[in-house]
């Protein structure tokens, strides 16, 4: 299976500065088939990202996904006091799907 | 208005069973994959299982080959999952969602929790 390793496990960040979220694969994700999710408690997760690099409808451009093969990011240009939560990485290149361990950006 | 809604969880003993229901409303089930996911208390999310728009075709995590059972009935507009030799292990919030890629669709979750 595809183990997806993401970095840091937590960053800690302040309103308008910049995130950026690594996930890497333990082998290259077919065709690009990684997406991000946004999850804050007693809510199910949020997608932001497919493919890569696509955004979900709705989903405000100060996010932004890029990488291929083995090595995908996650931008967020400009923190808003909600964007403070628990990000995922996911593959759905090859079965099993799995899913990275998650970053988690606090607020500094 | 895309919506699922599962039910069916709670308590139960260590090797007992639990079956849960996704109730799907506001798209046409049977032209869609649905997967399982679940995510244990403090823990990170786990693919589960997912099934073929018609069932012909299911998946799982290798940690609940054997035991969980997914299926669907398009007619009633559900998705379930039957667990069997539930461990403390499986002790998770258990989500549907829409499609075996990813996911742009989500239930709010049923708890279950395996304890004696």
């Known amino acids: 299976e595809v183990v997806l390793t993401q970095s840091p496990a937590t960053l800690s960040l302040s309103p308008g500065e910049r995130a950026t979220l690594s996930c890497g694969a333990s082998?290259?994700?077919?065709?690009?088939?990684l997406a991000w999710y946004q999850e804050k408690p007693g809510l199910a997760p949020r997608l932001l990202i497919y493919?890569?690099?696509s955004r979900a409808t709705g989903i405000p451009d100060r996010f932004s996904g890029s990488g291929s093969g083995t090595d995908f990011t996650l931008t967020i240009t400009r923190l808003e006091p909600e964007d403070f939560a628990v990000y995922y990485c996911?593959?759905?290149?090859?079965?099993?799907?799995?899913f990275g361990q998650g970053t988690k950006l606090e607020i500094k | 208005e895309v919506q699922l809604v599962e039910s069916g969880g709670g308590l139960v003993q260590p090797g007992g069973s639990l079956r849960l229901s996704c109730a799907a409303s506001?798209?046409?089930?049977?032209?869609?994959?649905m997967s399982w996911v679940r995510q244990a208390p403090g823990k990170g999310l786990e693919w589960v299982a997912n099934?073929?728009?018609?069932?012909?075709?299911?998946y799982y995590v290798d940690s609940v080959k054997g035991r969980f059972t997914i299926s669907r009935d398009n007619a009633k507009n559900s998705l379930y999952l039957q667990m069997n030799s539930l461990r403390a292990e499986d002790t998770a919030v258990y989500y549907c969602?829409?499609?075996?890629?990813?996911?742009?669709?989500w239930g709010q979750g049923t708890l279950v929790t395996v304890s004696s």
């Open positions: 506001g798209f046409t089930l049977s032209t869609y994959w």
């Open positions: 996911q593959q759905y290149g090859s079965s099993p799907r799995t």
């Open positions: 493919d890569a690099s």
């Open positions: 969602a829409r499609g075996s890629h990813y996911h742009l669709w």
């Open positions: 099934i073929k728009e018609d069932g012909s075709e299911k």
């Open positions: 082998q290259s994700v077919s065709s690009s088939y």
